[in-house]
């Protein structure tokens, strides 16, 4: 019998935020279409961790964080060593702040939530906040997230008030960090870290949308991938 897949989450686990609960939900469902038994760890940010023992870590919603290092330390394992990665909503934004120190070299990059008169701001607030919307994407075609969702639309739950300075957009597209998914007006919603297994960051939180027997294409995605790791 083959051994459970085991999931590391990078958080602090709050039984009453409904995006906790259903990160949890969302692999279980994801871990019944696949037959297979997912075991979930949350690991909070202000302590160490093995990150070695997990074949998939999730950076959970709901920041700020205990520890804006910390979280960054785990991602930035799973960035670096091929560990399948999902960042959503907070998650997503500390995705962007890692490959920014840790890959453009800006060690003083910094998040509007945490630090909001930092001079080399990645992640801003959004001119209007998307917390409780359900909003279209529009996914680029040739990607990882287009091949998880298996088509160019979607729509999809937010629970967030910050993301990507357009500033920096660039910057990280010209080192490898892609923006793979916009909403209409085009602001982004989604991005991939190139020549990885599976590194998607999320504005929004796919795993609100999941449902027994239908769980969402992205976190199924990701779980495949943990799961053949």
């Known amino acids: 019998m083959a051994s459970p897949v085991r999931i590391g989450v990078i958080g602090e686990f709050n039984e009453r ?47 700020p964080y205990r520890s804006l290092d910390g979280a960054l330390v785990g991602i930035r394992h799973a960035r670096e060593n091929g560990v399948p990665f999902l960042g959503t909503c907070g998650g997503f934004q500390h995705l962007v702040l890692e490959y920014a120190r840790n890959v453009l070299g800006v060690a003083d990059a910094e998040h509007a939530e945490t630090n909001p008169y930092a001079s080399r701001l990645f992640i801003t607030p959004l001119s209007c906040s998307l917390k409780g919307k359900l909003m279209d994407v ?21 629970y967030c008030d910050f993301g990507l300075n357009p500033e920096h957009r660039s910057q990280l597209e010209a080192a490898g960090f892609k923006v793979t998914a916009t909403d209409s007006d085009g602001e982004v919603r989604i991005m991939e870290v190139d020549g990885h297994p599976f590194c998607i960051g999320t504005l929004f939180v796919p795993q609100a949308s999941s449902e027994s027997g239908k769980p969402h294409p992205l976190v199924l995605a990701f779980c495949r991938t943990a799961m053949q790791a």
């Open 17 to 63: 935020n409904v995006t906790h609960v259903a990160t949890n939900t969302g692999i279980q469902h994801a871990a019944e279409v696949l037959g297979r038994e997912f075991v979930i760890d949350w690991l909070p940010t202000d302590k160490p961790h093995d990150y070695g023992a997990f074949a998939g870590l999730v950076c959970s919603p709901g920041s």
């Open 138 to 158: 529009e996914i680029l075609p040739g990607t990882r997230a287009v091949a998880a969702y298996g088509t160019l639309h979607s729509s999809e739950k937010y």
